[in-house]
């Protein structure tokens, strides 16, 4: 709650705090701180001890079965399992396909040319298919692109369909339908068609390096041979892919917020470009937006020395009711080392209670890293109180182990609502030093 956050109130502590020449780093900002198994519930037998017990359905492949790509006008076969892993007999009543089904067909045939698993006709109501608890049956799955494509009309792209199973318990219960989502994709036998991944998904916090995957690319023949990225950064922000990026998997950093959008091109072992680029958006800093209260830290790597051997410092962001050993000396709680009340690394996202059980509100500790620099945050998107009556969420930052360094220079900085509303920066932390930056409230 934006309102209930007044001030950041710098700690009066004197044994945890930096040295008097570091003060000056202390300013305000300004601004207020303000198996995939599907019970039934409703049908089921009873067993031995008079309970009632659901059926319960469990479909292999795990959703989405994907039944990779095909160059039309090829086809391609898979085995989806049903399986009973309940305790109770199961019947299904109806298998049905819906969606893009011009491309994804259910084949009924002769169990044997499958060993015996393979459901020989298609379901109803008259003639259901049993399956006993423990027991599985298999459909076969076709999928074969026409060669006109499923949104735009071009010959190559991605289909999907929902395998629907409606099923019920043997005593003749009432049915429910269980959804199970197929896809494929559709190849011109004479283009290749890229794909882009980031592993660290479409939300992210900098500074960090992305990490880029395009090998999910389809060659339709010969195999995918070359690699052009591109990137369109926010408006004031422009970087380029240098040529040793041109590979499958590079990585790429990012130090600036906002939407960073990253686009790939390939080229076949035939000479064949992909005709459109794919893209992934991924906005850097997104939760700073999202969320009513932000603590970051940085510090910068030193050189030398490596990721492996970089000084480790924890951020600690602690909730009101924290209460933990006396590290200040002053015959009086601290709040760090208060579990589950002490947000860091080793308790990343704590059960704080919730105000309000339509939000999301516990925190969330995340760690950023680039070659130069480390960051930790602690995140609380609806922080405890009203207005008029604040409690205070305690911060603090301990330097763990200098890894041979020594101290270590630091920037904190809180966000309410996406806005930085203090700033302690370049504040010199020795090693094993607790310092208490003080209380948001």
């Not at 700690?11 to 705090?17: A, E, H, I, Q, V």
């Not at 519930?41 to 031995?48: I, Q, R």
């Not at 925190?363 to 008029?388: D, L, M, N, R, S």
Request: aromatic share 8%.
């Amino acid at each position: 709650m934006l309102g209930l956050l007044a001030a950041v109130v710098v700690s009066g502590c004197t044994l945890d705090r930096p040295p008097a020449d570091q003060a000056t780093g202390l300013r305000s900002l300004g601004g207020p701180l303000a198996l995939d198994t599907w019970p039934l519930p409703d049908a089921g037998a009873d067993d031995t001890g008079g309970r009632r017990l659901p059926p319960t359905l469990a479909v292999f492949p795990a959703a989405p079965v994907d039944v990779g790509a095909v160059p039309i006008p090829a086809a391609v076969t898979r085995l989806v399992r049903l399986r009973n892993t309940g305790a109770v007999p199961f019947q299904i009543t109806r298998l049905k396909l819906k969606g893009q089904t011009e491309a994804f067909t259910l084949l009924f045939g002769d169990p044997a040319s499958t060993g015996g698993s393979t459901i020989a006709t298609r379901p109803s109501p008259y003639a259901p298919l049993e399956l006993l608890p423990a027991t599985e049956r298999a459909v076969v799955l076709r999928f074969a692109p026409p060669d006109y494509g499923p949104n735009t009309g071009a010959a190559q792209g991605h289909w999907s369909a929902r395998l629907e199973v409606v099923y019920g318990a043997a005593n003749g219960a009432e049915e429910r339908a269980l959804v199970h989502l197929l896809e494929g994709e559709a190849l011109d036998p004479l283009q290749p068609v890229a794909r882009v991944e980031v592993v660290e998904g479409t939300q992210v916090l900098t500074p960090t390096v992305l990490h880029l995957s395009g090998a999910k690319s389809l060659a339709a023949k010969g195999q995918i041979e070359s690699y052009a990225w591109t990137v369109t950064d926010p408006a004031g922000v422009t970087t380029d892919f240098p040529p040793e990026l041109a590979v499958q998997a590079p990585a790429f950093e990012v130090t600036e917020a906002g939407v960073h959008t990253f686009c790939l091109r390939v080229k076949d072992s035939f000479g064949a470009i992909s005709p459109t680029p794919d893209c992934v958006a991924v906005d850097a800093d997104a939760l700073l937006q999202q969320s009513d209260l932000v603590v970051r830290l940085l510090w910068t790597v030193p050189s030398p020395g490596g990721q492996s051997k970089i000084p480790d410092l924890d951020l600690h962001v602690a909730h009101p009711l924290a209460s933990g050993p006396d590290i200040d000396c002053d015959s009086q709680p601290d709040p760090w080392f208060s579990n589950p009340f002490d947000a860091f690394w080793f308790n990343p996202n704590p059960n704080w209670g919730s105000v309000n059980p339509a939000v999301d509100d516990d925190p969330v500790f995340a760690k950023t890293a680039t070659p130069t620099t480390v960051g930790e945050w602690v995140v609380i998107p609806e922080p405890e109180g009203i207005v008029g009556g604040p409690k205070p969420y305690n911060v603090g930052v301990h330097h763990w182990h200098d890894h041979g360094h020594g101290a270590t220079q630091v920037t904190l900085t809180v966000f309410v609502k996406g806005k930085p509303v203090f700033e302690a920066k370049d504040v010199t932390l020795k090693p094993a030093q607790m310092w208490h930056v003080g209380k948001v409230i």
